[in-house]
C-alpha cells in the first residue's frame, strides 16, 4: 500500500466512470477537481446518473447548486441535495444559505497560505467543497459540529460557525479567529488526504472490521474510539502539530489567539503520544491486512518526528 497522489486517485475514480459512460462523457474532466457527489456516487454504485448530469449535480447533487469559486476549492451557498443531507450523519444540521460566509473561507485560505505553502496546497488537492452548516430548528442537534468530513461523502467538509472558534482538542477562542477555521479546513483537508488512499485499497475492508473489535480508551473524551478512529486522529494531529509550530513562530496571528494556540498545541502532545501507543498496542492483536495498514500509517504520517522506529508490544 502507498499514500496516493492526487492523479492517482483522479485516475482510480475515471476507471469506476468507464464502467458507466465509457471514455468520452464530460465527466470525464470535472474529476480532475475531485467533486463529492460524483466521486460518492462511483464508490457507492449508485445515483451515477444524476452526478453526471451536470458540473453543480457532480458537487452536490443539485444542479440549481449555487457554487463560489475560491480558485478551485468551491463554497456551497446551501443548495446541495435534500436526499444526501438526509443520508449522513449530520443529524439536526441543515445547510446553510449565507454566500457571505465565503469569504470567512477566502481569508482562511490566504492564512492557510502564508504559514504554511504545503498546508495549502493539500487542502487544494484534496478538498473541492465546503458546505456551511446550521442547527436544524425543527431538530436541533445536542452538540453544534465544528467541522467534519465524511468517507462516503469525499472531498467535502461540512463546516458551523463553531469552526471559527474552537480548535481541538477542547480549546475555543474569543471571538472569531480566522487562524480557527483555516486550521479546521486544513483539519478536515487531511481526513480526506487520509481517505484518499485508504478507500482504493483491499485491506482497508478488514481493518474496518477489526477496528470494531479493537478499540482503544480515549481518557480525555472518556470513550472508546474503534481503532480505524484513532488512526484518523493520530494522522491529523500529527499534521495539525507542524502547521501550529509555524502559526506560533510566525506574526500572521495576533497574541491572544497564540495564547489559546499554544495551548492547544501542548495539550496535544500527550495526545497524539497516546493515540500511536494505542495503535502499537493493538499490533500484536491484528490480521496482517491491519498490521500493514498501520505500518504504512506509520511511514507515511505527516509528522516524521512522531513516527515509531519499530512496533513493540505495550508493558
Given amino acids: 500500500m502507498k499514500l496516493l497522489k492526487k492523479e492517482e486517485v483522479v485516475e482510480k475514480y475515471r476507471q469506476l466512470l468507464c464502467e458507466w459512460h465509457g471514455h468520452t462523457h464530460p465527466a470525464h474532466d470535472w474529476l480532475e477537481q475531485l467533486p463529492p457527489f460524483l466521486c460518492r456516487a462511483l464508490i457507492l454504485e449508485k445515483d451515477v446518473a444524476l452526478a453526471t448530469e451536470s458540473i453543480e449535480c457532480a458537487y452536490t447533487g443539485n444542479e440549481n447548486a449555487e457554487l463560489i469559486d475560491l480558485g478551485g476549492l468551491k463554497v456551497s451557498s446551501g443548495d446541495i441535495s435534500i436526499e444526501l443531507v438526509a443520508s449522513l450523519p449530520i443529524e439536526g ?184 501507543s494505542e495503535l502499537d498496542r493493538a499490533i500484536p492483536h491484528l490480521s496482517k491486512e491491519s498490521k500493514d495498514i498501520v505500518e504504512w500509517f506509520t511511514h507515511y504520517m505527516p509528522n516524521k518526528s512522531m513516527q515509531r522506529i519499530a512496533y513493540a508490544p505495550a508493558d
Avoid at 477562542?173 to 480526506?192: C, P, T
Avoid at 482504493?200 to 479493537?214: G, N, P, Y
Avoid at 497574541?255 to 497516546?274: C, M, N, V
Fill in 93 to 276: 444540521h441543515t445547510p446553510l444559505a449565507v454566500p457571505g460566509l465565503s469569504d470567512w473561507n477566502r481569508k482562511s485560505l490566504e492564512l492557510l497560505g502564508a504559514l504554511s505553502e504545503n498546508a495549502l496546497a493539500l487542502t487544494r488537492e484534496w478538498s473541492s467543497l465546503i458546505v456551511w452548516l446550521a442547527p436544524d430548528r425543527e431538530n436541533p442537534p445536542a452538540t453544534l459540529l465544528t467541522s467534519v468530513a465524511i468517507p462516503s461523502f469525499p472531498h467535502c467538509s461540512f463546516m458551523s460557525v463553531k469552526a471559527l472558534r474552537h480548535i481541538p482538542a477542547r480549546h475555543v477562542f474569543d471571538g472569531a479567529s480566522i487562524y480557527a477555521l483555516a486550521e479546521n479546513i486544513y483539519h478536515e483537508s487531511l481526513h480526506q488526504q487520509l481517505n484518499a488512499s485508504l478507500i482504493f485499497d483491499v485491506k482497508t475492508t478488514t481493518f474496518a472490521e477489526e477496528s470494531k473489535l479493537k478499540k482503544a480508551h480515549i481518557p480525555w473524551r472518556n470513550v472508546y474510539w474503534e481503532l480505524d478512529r484513532v488512526l484518523h486522529a493520530a494522522w491529523v494531529y500529527s499534521g495539525l502539530q507542524i502547521l501550529r509550530e509555524q502559526a506560533l513562530e510566525s506574526n500572521l496571528i495576533k497574541d491572544y489567539e497564540k495564547i489559546f494556540l499554544g495551548g492547544a498545541y501542548d495539550e496535544s502532545k500527550p495526545r497524539l503520544e497516546l493515540l500511536l
